[in-house]
């Protein structure tokens, strides 16, 4: 004789229902608001002609009141999980169950499913559910390496791409992933990096839609790579090569597709992965510069990234390790779909710059 194993948990029982172990019974009673019986031997087949009598199925033979019974459970765990992306499903398992009738003569299953497999995604929404709560409330200016090493255990169930192939653990993790993202933007995550905040923002848009172009120019931001290491040994080296004899040069003119342009930390380093720049340069009498730039950049997530890739100063490699997690989960949720592609531009002025030979 084969072992039986309940549909909803997956664990072995012996009694002699023929879906549900006894546990599971006593929870999907409570979930759906049923009082159990005391004088009803078989409370399993009970239960299933309870909500054959809630949909309003009368007389239904035994298959299609279990199976009835398999998809309205199926419906009560997603209507728990409050995601606008499961409505589509929802309304087509509403669908199949509104079809059987005593006159049917199929069971329509519109949407593939296994109980155990909406029971599973069910309680990974819960935990979800209650780490998001805890996150919302931790001061990041205050994270330390091991409340970082912490996150990454805790969040990283929700970033998994074999949750793709179902159309509903797809809708679940997807929703899973957007909440997390906006939390991310909005909760104080990205402390003090008001640019990757804005780009990630403009990156979550809604879903079927995309994001539009951005064109930044805010003083925080150009003041930031003014000051950049790396930008500053870049427009060295430009008015070094292409400026030195005439005073004058357009990198246009040399380099049709701009110059690679990384940055030295902080915001810029995490907002703008593999930029390239342009420049127009005048020098002037007094030996400054009045530079036009232009930085180019597509914001996505395409690459995993090695912790030194973010390793921008000593003391501060629990921000390099988050800062690495943020990345490679922004790649995983690209695959999803949540985190969208798009072109970055920033353009300014630089009048009487001084370059530091």
């Known amino acids: 004789m084969s072992e039986k194993r309940c549909i909803l948990c997956n664990r072995p029982y012996n009694y002699h229902y023929k879906m549900f172990g006894r546990g599971c019974l006593d929870n999907l009673y409570d979930l759906l608001k049923f ?3 005391f004088k009803i031997l078989n409370k399993e087949k009970y239960l299933c002609t309870r909500i054959a009598w809630r949909n309003h ?7 299609k009141k279990y199976e009835l019974a398999k998809k309205y459970i199926a419906l009560s765990y997603l209507n728990k999980m409050n995601y606008s992306l499961l409505d589509n499903i929802k309304e087509k398992i509403q669908n199949d169950i509104n079809d059987i009738s005593i006159f049917s003569k199929e069971i329509k299953s519109t949407i593939s499913f296994t109980l155990n497999d909406i029971y599973k995604l069910y309680n ?4 979800f559910d209650d780490l998001i709560k805890g996150l919302q409330s931790v001061d990041w200016e205050k994270i330390d390496k091991e409340m970082a090493e912490n996150f990454i255990e805790s969040m990283s169930f929700i970033f998994d791409v074999t949750k793709k192939t179902n159309p509903i653990s797809y809708a679940i993790f997807y929703s899973m992933q957007y909440i997390f993202w906006q939390v991310v933007v909005v909760g104080g995550i990205l402390t003090n990096k008001p640019l990757s905040a804005k780009l990630l923002s403009n990156s979550l848009a809604l879903f079927g839609k995309e994001p539009e172009n951005l064109e930044i120019n805010d003083e925080r931001t150009i003041k930031d790579i003014k000051d950049d290491g790396v930008f500053k040994k870049q427009i060295k080296e430009l008015t070094e090569k292409y400026g030195k004899e005439t005073g004058k040069f357009n990198l246009k003119d040399y380099e049709k597709d701009g110059v690679l342009l990384g940055f030295e ?3 810029l380093l995490y907002a703008l992965h593999d930029a390239t720049m342009f420049v127009k340069a005048q020098k002037n009498d007094n030996n400054t510069w009045n530079l036009e730039i232009e930085i180019n950049d597509t914001y996505d997530f395409t690459d995993f990234k090695e912790l030194k890739e973010y390793a921008d100063r000593e003391n501060s490699k629990f921000t390099d390790i988050f800062s690495t997690l943020l990345n490679n989960c922004g790649v995983v949720s690209s695959e999803y779909g949540v985190i969208k592609k798009y072109d970055v531009k920033i353009k300014f002025n630089l009048n009487d710059y001084v370059v530091e030979y």
Request: a positive charge; aromatic letters at 18%.
């Open 57 to 63: 199925k009368f007389f239904l033979n035994k298959n």
């Open 265 to 267: 930390g902080g915001d």
């Open 124 to 127: 990974y929404s819960r935990k």
């Open 35 to 37: 009082r159990k019986p």
